[in-house]
Nanobody, 123 residues
Framework: VQLQASGGGSVQAGGSLRLSCAAS????????VAWFRQAPGKEHEFVAG????????DYAGAVKGRFTISRDNARGTVYLQMNSLKPEDTAVYSC?????????????????WGQGTLVTVSS
């Protein structure tokens, strides 16, 4: 599975962005996908994850209620809709995929990674 993230950019606080994670490979629809982010000087952190069926999602507390993860298996794409953005959301966002039992909050459980896309939120 190869992943490519896109959709990052610069917005003002309160604005919105939608990130996309496009995948190649016939088995993508059987993989769980998550978004992680890394802010300058900080460690990677889990943002949101979605089960391969699309019926289960998980969110970090800091983004719950503001971000929505979804997927379109027919298009081989996972989306992260980010609303009410805050300066502390500024980071490089990366998508990752894994097979197995379900969504994991740990980056070490993900075998496939896309390159990051930068999100900058100004106050």
């Amino acid at each position: 599975v190869q992943l490519q993230a896109s959709g990052g950019g610069s917005v003002q606080a309160g604005g919105s962005l939608r990130l996309s994670c496009a995948a190649s490979g016939r088995t993508f629809k059987t993989y769980h996908v998550a978004w992680f982010r890394q802010a300058p000087g900080k460690e990677h952190e889990f943002v949101a994850g979605i089960h391969w069926r699309g019926d289960t999602q998980d969110y970090a507390g800091a983004v719950k209620g503001r971000f929505t993860i979804s997927r379109d298996n027919a298009r081989g794409t996972v989306y992260l809709q980010m609303n009410s953005l805050k300066p502390e959301d500024t980071a490089v966002y990366s998508c990752a995929a894994r097979s197995g039992l379900g969504i994991s909050l740990s980056q070490i459980d993900y075998s496939y990674w896309g390159q990051g896309t930068l999100v900058t939120v100004s106050s």
